[in-house]
């Protein structure tokens, strides 16, 4: 049995978006240059997005001084190219690294490409332009069996979408992170947007919702616009936009309709999912009755069509299998280590095993460590 990891980064080289980026638009690449004290900066047109971070398993508070540096306007101790290890960026490396974890396939999002979707929205031709960089270099990774890379899409131009999903198909990706938010203020669930799903099943393409700077489920006065870095809403609220997509896809029966697109969420949590199939089903059934009439006819528990085409991942300090239980065994989670970032692990076999009595291995968990990722991926 394969063990697939279903999340890992592989990080952008400082002119990946302009080395594959539309000619046309080579002056819209985000790229990452360094300030005058040595500090890297993912920028675009010259606007500094984000601190540009070598992340290490364990090593957020090495990250949050490397910040404090930066803000103090003092160099920094390391160099950034100096400090990158070589798998973090290079996909024979990061093979060879997958062996030694015991892993044998690895879903590849973005890394910086998880900074700057929300911030380039205003202008979408070059939020567009920098995407497809990225799914073309996503072209040249699945080259190599053992990494999976996930695309990045948009739903803001249906056309656009159609081409992209085609030219993954060409590649051989089999996912695309999208983002769970409205769609120019439509719902996901929308009408207009039924032959953006129509799309993802032709081609055999799961979209997947995973933690990113996208269009905000809340408010912005709920966010403070003066401070650098994660705000704390998006990380107590974590999984929030992605149940609610989810809640929109089943009741108004877009899941109904198609039944054979699948969705993955990944980095999101999954202690959530227990009480949120509980409330889906509760929910329906209450408003169900308190108005006299049901959204869309559904042939389905709301729940069922969540456990039939969708999976999430699960980190080990969740106790996975425990999960399990409470979801009555339903087989949707997927191991996850979110190698390299600094919250991740190097060692998720182990750290899937050592969690007490529900600790567990890839013999003991086939759906866990394999099962759930290969559905996702389309086998």
């Avoid at 364990?58 to 920094?76: L, N, S, V, Y």
Wanted: net charge negative; aromatic share 8%.
């Amino acid at each position: 049995m394969a063990v697939i990891d279903a999340d890992q980064h592989l990080v952008e080289s400082r002119t990946c978006w302009r080395e594959h980026i539309d000619p046309e638009h080579r002056d819209d690449a985000l790229e990452i240059v360094d300030d005058a004290a040595g500090h890297p900066w993912l920028t675009w047109r010259g606007e500094r997005l984000s601190l540009a971070e070598v992340q290490t398993p364990g090593e957020t508070d090495a990250i949050g001084e490397r910040k404090a540096r930066a803000r103090r306007g003092e160099p920094p101790l390391v160099r950034y190219d100096d400090a990158l290890p070589r798998d973090h960026w290079d996909p024979d490396a990061r093979a060879a690294s997958l062996r030694s974890m015991g892993i044998d396939e690895a879903m590849l999002f973005p890394n910086y490409g998880l900074l700057w979707e929300r911030r380039l929205s205003a202008d979408r031709p070059a939020l567009l332009a920098n995407m497809r960089a990225w799914n073309r270099w996503c072209g040249v990774v699945a080259m190599d069996d053992a990494l999976q890379p996930v695309g990045h899409v948009s739903l803001t131009d249906l056309a656009w979408l159609d081409t992209e999903l085609a030219s993954l198909e060409a590649a051989g990706v089999k996912t695309a992170m999208m983002a769970p938010a409205l769609v120019d203020g439509r719902a996901l669930s929308h009408p207009e947007l039924d032959v953006a799903w129509a799309s993802f099943v032709e081609h055999d393409i799961a979209p997947v919702f995973h933690v990113a700077d996208q269009p905000r489920v809340f408010a912005d006065g709920w966010y403070p616009d003066d401070r650098d870095g994660l705000p704390v809403i998006d990380s107590v609220f974590l999984h929030t936009a992605a149940a609610l997509a989810c809640t929109d896809l089943i009741v108004n029966g877009t899941l109904e309709r198609h039944p054979d697109l699948r969705i993955g969420i990944v980095e999101l949590s999954a202690v959530w999912v227990p009480m949120y199939l509980m409330m889906l089903d509760g929910g329906y059934d209450f408003t169900t009755r308190l108005n006299g009439a049901v959204p869309v006819p559904l042939s389905l528990r709301p729940s069922e069509y969540f456990r039939r085409q969708v999976r999430v991942s699960s980190f080990s300090y969740e106790l996975p299998e425990h999960l399990k239980g409470q979801l009555q065994g339903s087989e949707i989670l997927m191991a996850c280590s979110d190698y390299p970032h600094s919250e991740g692990t190097a060692t998720p076999i182990d750290d899937y095993a050592a969690t007490g009595k529900w600790g567990t291995d890839p013999e003991r968990a086939p759906g866990l460590f394999h099962d759930n990722a290969a559905f996702l991926l389309g086998r």
